[in-house]
């Protein structure tokens, strides 16, 4: 055998063997695999000797946080639906002037409370100051969004280039310069002001930004209007805290990410914040990600008012997993904005401390898609096997100190409730450095996770999300796709923050007519800036409170841009921000109208999610003054917005509210409608009556009847609970059941049958949908009321008039198990409540009760469950009184 | 020997140790399964292929690099590579689809990188998946060996059981679930909660309780997990009741000796010193629920 064919044979053999098994390819989307951080070469900035002294790091003012990451979570994550109060999204930071404005532009609230702080020696510029211009036409408005558009294509690019590595440049402020930032900030002040001019207008504004000196100007200038004089002075003291301004000052891009990638209240604490972080870590203060996780880890902290030790901590655990490559490739990819999700995730006490993070990090590591059914690893266990409840102290606390207290370990071993469970999915995408986020839901917890751009729901049951990590402290979910996709336009969104920020600089320097011809232009290139909108709307507030035609506008504009696709976002600003101001200023009844139909015309359906439009209504409600008004407006709204099946269950539910509250809240049961409430009721009942009812709207005529039916139970409406059901089986009578109910009566007639019932069970959506079988119930058809026997739940019936009671007979879907016990009541008033002593004479579905004997007079009557068994849901279809009525007395 | 001998020697040497330590690597899940039979398990290796480093570190020390302790806990058995996609385009899509074909990967895996047992019917059946077992070659190496091993005794103890009948089928059953870290096909896990053993335990005395919690307890067959749950139901009723302490720790100990490791063991632990006099706690001194 030749050399040559030994090692052909070989060659062959190695072949075979290496062919045998096919060998995956590293890749990562066909782009090298290997991460190298990008270390950009030291700036020129003055180094700080080891025997130079050092300062203490400026520590921030000891503050009781205004949130507590678990003010609505218990120990375990247990987190229930959040209630956001109006004033719990007021700002209550202070306003200052000679520190700049730390609230202006970018923080959630009432304008009301915030306010240009004017720079006291700025000189009055005739023409300028206190003058409004007009409205901007629309040609004028186009020609600002053209001139706009090429330089945000110009912004975007220049993003993607920061992203490579690149020298960064010679400061023009160094370290020694920040010790006095006052004459930075009026070197600066000025510079933009000799090259802007005294009349700037929106197209100088767009022109000016063009050069990228002078975009560093104005995110300059916007850093020292946000972080506030003393703040940086004070930063300054401290070496690593003049090297950070220094270096951020010097950085257009992370100078940029930093000022303009969300919102940036407590900016000043911020600062000392990652000032605290670099002295810990001088080496991450060049790394990119090191920047991008300490930008957003210090500025989420401040704002969120939580404290250093757990920012340093989170900051630790995202650079330390990043350098160590143990994220996901995701995190790679973010922005400053979207890191904000991971790195200011909620729970930094419990699920989002290091030790649990690291622990889902290590052993719940998943492709992406896959963090939405991670809850699977849970057993959801209200009570443990132990016996022991959830809510109670005991539910882990024998393995908390062998399990080293990780939530994440200890309910997935032990068990948990909607809490845990969602907890647990999102925290594990979050510790992976994914953005995710817990969110309350009617007694319930779920989660989302963002997947390819879309936010991606998990665990989930109800429509209505409260986001436990919002931007704007406004928790609904349309909050959050609005700052998606605000931030995901990064060109536009950047022009448009810049001028704002501009246009809040102009503002100070006194130069109102520019200032708001800036604004006009700001939400002209971008629409969906939110924080720009609130700004506008403040300053118009203070400048111009009273100008029909620019509060008009604003109106006008708002209903053609931000409604387009985001109805709950622009009805939140209407009703907050531009109703209280403008319809004052419309007396006339037709042209208000007008301005309502402008928004009502963008809304055919829900748009980007199921949304609450009775805030809306309520304030254009609210704006009436007279009952001939109230009667006008409601007449046009239900109207317009009855042909719109999204909405019609929705403003018939509010219809009656809204009528049960003119009627006055000490009004009595039993007293007579007021006229007004009498033609509310009509309106509302003709309204019903030309609901569409085609096969193709017959769900959406069936969930409307339903909400309002709700509606009319809660408010205590017999006649128009009466009026909703009778419609419901003209319309929708294939809905009801079709029960044959046999059962022994009492004697006399049944008296319920044109009555009203309603139960204190908490109905979740589709319960409300289904709300007219409870009308059923009382009928001889039978009916339907699931009730989830727990606590203190009752089905109440009111009587339509009260009477002398001979018997109740009540009728169950299954069977009533054993043991389970159940008790009536009867009340004249609906306020005091006295047992019935009868026997309960229970035989299988039929539970009756003997009163003939008792003579009992009642308008009310209650079955009461007793107990806390929360196994034995039952059904309700029949609840009939049986009786002689006072009305057939009379 | 002259050049041309060694040659020989070395490649020969190259083809045997091939067919020995890698011929049981296919390209499919479905080779695997074929070749596996009814009675061998098939391992899945499954790492993320285009997100995580972790995940491409483990790949290449562990496979790619065909690291020997792994290499000898896979042993002859079946096995396959899985690369899983985040976000998959359609070449990874059909990367995917060439291993696994359209199944998914079974729910009991909970993280990855990690190697899963299946058995020859395509049942999940265990998995080696913690931080602590896949941190090192040698650590995945032991906890395979370990899994593989007990599948080979549990696999003829299920066997046994499908073959005899009465009370030694239940018995070999009884044996097969006793074998730690695998499950066994077509057993419906009792969760006490679930099943409302918990609630109804409630209104019963401790001694009805317990005539109850034990009956039940010999009508098994359980899992070594169930049993200690289903005596944390009767635990925590006693406890609840206000039962001595004596009987708790008792109990407790009971639990425990079933398997110390357990999460149910380290519970039992943890609640004889808070609650059964073995040691004292200041967050929670006595129980608290006491109906």
Redesign the interface.
């Known amino acids: 055998?030749s050399?040559k064919s030994?090692?052909l044979?070989?060659a062959i053999?190695?072949a075979?063997?290496l062919g045998?098994?096919?060998?995956?390819v590293?890749?990562?989307?066909g782009q090298k695999?290997a991460?190298t951080v990008v270390q950009t070469p030291t700036p020129a900035v003055p180094q700080v000797t080891p025997e130079e002294p050092q300062p203490e790091t400026p520590q921030p003012e000891q503050t009781t946080p205004t949130e507590t990451p678990d003010d609505t979570t218990d120990d375990d994550g247990q987190k229930g639906f959040e209630e956001t109060t109006a004033q719990e999204e007021e700002t209550t930071e202070e306003e200052t002037t000679e520190d700049g404005d730390n609230s202006f532009m970018f923080s959630d609230g009432d304008p009301d409370l915030r306010g240009i702080a004017e720079e006291k020696d700025a000189p009055a510029v005739e023409g300028q100051t206190d003058v409004v211009p007009p409205a901007p036409q629309e040609q004028k408005l186009r020609a600002i969004t053209t001139a706009a558009r090429n330089l945000a294509d110009a912004l975007q690019d220049d993003e993607k280039e920061a992203k490579r590595p690149r020298t960064t440049p010679t400061p023009e402020f160094n370290e020694e310069a920040w010790k006095d930032p006052v004459k930075i900030y009026k070197t600066v002040a000025e510079r933009v002001l000799k090259k802007i001019g005294q009349k700037p207008t929106a197209e100088d504004m767009i022109h000016f930004l063009g050069e990228a000196e002078n975009r560093k100007d104005v995110a300059l200038i916007s850093l020292f209007r946000k972080a506030g004089m003393s703040d940086l002075k004070d930063v300054a003291q401290h070496s690593m805290g003049a090297k950070l301004l220094a270096t951020l000052s010097s950085d257009p891009e992370w100078l940029c990410n930093t000022m303009f990638s969300g919102p940036t209240d407590k900016l000043g604490r911020g600062l000392r914040y990652m000032t605290a972080i670099f002295s810990d870590h001088p080496d991450d203060l060049m790394d990119p990600t090191s920047r991008r996780i300490a930008t957003t880890a210090a500025t989420e902290f401040a704002r969120e008012g939580w404290d250093q030790e757990g920012m340093l901590a989170r900051y630790d655990y995202y650079n330390t997993s990043y350098k160590e490559?143990?994220l996901?490739?995701?995190f790679d990819t973010l922005h400053y904005w979207d890191t904000r999700f991971v790195t200011g995730n909620r729970e930094h006490n419990t699920w989002g401390n290091p030790k649990c993070l690291a622990?889902e990090r290590?052993?719940?590591?998943?492709?992406?898609?896959r963090y939405l059914s991670a809850t699977?690893?849970l057993?959801y266990?209200?009570?443990?096997?132990?016996?022991?409840?959830v809510h109670?102290?005991?539910y882990l606390?024998?393995?908390?100190?062998?399990?080293n207290d990780i939530h994440p370990l200890m309910h997935r071993?032990?068990?948990g409730v909607c809490g845990a469970c969602s907890h647990y999915g999102a925290y594990a995408a979050l510790a992976a450095g994914i953005p995710a986020m817990t969110m309350g839901e009617p007694k319930h917890c779920a989660y989302t996770v963002r997947?390819?751009g879309d936010w991606k729901k998990g665990y989930t049951i109800f429509w209505q999300h409260s986001m436990h990590k919002t931007f704007w402290g406004l928790h609904d979910w349309e909050f959050l796709i609005l700052a998606q996709k605000l931030y995901e336009d990064r060109g536009n969104t950047l022009v448009s923050d810049h001028i704002a920020a501009l246009a809040d600089f102009l503002a100070a320097r006194r130069l109102t007519r520019s200032a708001i011809e800036g604004f006009d232009a700001a939400v002209a290139v971008q629409p969906l800036n939110w924080p720009a909108w609130q700004a506008f709307a403040g300053y118009l507030k203070q400048k111009a409170p009273e100008d029909k035609a620019r509060w008009t506008d604003l109106c006008l504009r708002i209903s053609d841009t931000l409604a387009e696709n985001f109805h709950d976002a622009a009805a939140t600003f209407l009703a907050r921000y531009v109703y209280p101001q403008l319809l004052p200023l419309v007396p006339n009844l037709k042209e208000r109208n007008k301005l309502f139909a402008a928004f009502f015309d963008k809304c055919d359906s829900y748009g980007v999610h199921h949304w609450d439009i009775t805030p809306l209504l309520n304030a254009q409600f609210d704006g009436c003054r007279t009952d001939a008004e109230k009667l006008d407006y409601m007449k046009t709204a239900l109207s317009v917005l009855m042909s719109k099946p999204d909405y019609s269950g929705s403003v018939l539910a509010w219809g009656l509210d809204a009528a049960a509250r003119s009627s006055g809240e000490g009004q009595q049961d039993d007293q007579e409608p007021s006229p007004l409430q009498e033609e509310f009721s009509k309106l509302i009942t003709s309204a019903m009556s030309h609901m569409r009812a085609g096969k193709k709207d017959q769900n959406a005529t069936w969930n409307g009847l339903g909400e309002a039916m709700y509606a009319a139970a809660e408010n205590n409406d017999v006649r128009t609970f009466q009026a909703i059901g009778k419609l419901a089986m003209q319309k929708c009578k294939k809905n009801f059941p079709k029960y044959k109910l046999k059962f022994r009566p009492f004697s006399g007639k049944v008296i319920s049958t044109k009555g009203l019932i309603h139960t204190s069970h908490k109905l979740g959506d589709g319960d409300v949908r289904n709300c007219c079988l409870h009308w059923g119930v009382l009928q001889k058809t039978g009916g339907s009321i699931p009730m989830p026997m727990g606590g203190d739940g009752t089905v109440t019936v009111k009587l339509e008039t009260g009477g002398l009671i001979n018997g109740v007979v009540i009728l169950f879907k299954k069977p009533i198990q054993d043991?389970q016990r159940f008790t009536l009541e009867t009340s004249e008033d609906g306020q005091n409540w006295s047992q019935v002593t009868a026997t309960t004479q229970l035989d299988g579905t039929v539970m009756r009760f003997d009163l003939q004997d008792a003579k009992i007079n009642a308008r009310y009557l209650r079955l009461v469950k007793e107990g806390d068994?929360k196994?034995s849901a039952v059904e309700m279809i029949g609840f009939y009184v049986y009786g002689k009525s006072n009305k057939s007395k009379a | 020997m002259n050049r041309m001998g060694i040659q020989i020697i070395l490649g020969l040497t190259l083809l045997v140790g091939a067919g020995c330590v890698f011929g049981a690597q296919t390209r499919s899940y479905a080779d695997a399964l074929k070749k596996a039979g009814k009675s061998k398990p098939v391992v899945l290796f499954c790492y993320g292929a285009n997100y995580d480093q972790v995940s491409l570190k483990t790949y290449e020390t562990f496979i790619r690099s065909r690291n020997k302790e792994i290499m000898h806990a896979l042993g002859k058995e079946s096995w396959v590579v899985v690369p899983v996609y985040q976000e998959p385009n359609d070449k990874e899509k059909k990367e995917y689809e060439k291993v696994m074909g359209n199944k998914w990967l079974p729910g009991g895996m909970w993280s990855i990188p990690c190697f899963l047992v299946m058995d020859g019917a395509g049942n999940f059946r265990g998995a080696v998946q913690s931080k602590e077992e896949m941190e090192s070659p040698e650590a995945a190496a032991k906890a395979l060996t370990t899994l593989l091993k007990n599948f080979t005794i549990q696999q003829k103890l299920i066997e046994e059981s499908e073959r005899a009948s009465g009370d030694n089928k239940k018995k070999a059953l009884q044996k097969a679930l006793d074998v730690p870290g695998l499950k066994v096909p077509g057993h419906k896990e009792y969760d006490p909660v679930s099943s409302g053993l918990v609630d109804k335990v409630q209104s019963m005395s401790i001694s009805e309780a317990t005539t109850v919690i034990r009956d039940l307890l010999a009508g098994g067959p359980y899992t070594p997990l169930e049993r200690q749950m289903i005596l944390a139901t009767l635990a925590g009723h006693v406890r609840h009741k206000g039962g001595s302490p004596a009987m708790l720790r008792s109990l407790y100990n009971e639990i425990k000796e079933i398997d110390p490791t357990s999460s149910f063991g380290i519970y039992a632990e943890g609640a004889i010193k808070l609650w059964a006099g073995g040691g004292s706690s200041a967050s929670s001194p006595s129980p608290s629920g006491t109906n």
């Open positions: 055998m050399s030994i090692k044979i070989i053999v190695v075979v063997v045998y098994v096919s060998y995956p590293f890749h990562f989307g695999q991460k490559g143990k996901n490739k995701i622990w290590d052993n719940v590591r998943l492709p992406l898609e699977d690893q057993h266990r209200m009570k443990n096997a132990f016996g022991d409840h109670g102290p005991d606390t024998p393995v908390r100190a062998a399990m071993e032990i068990g997947v390819n043991g068994d196994n």
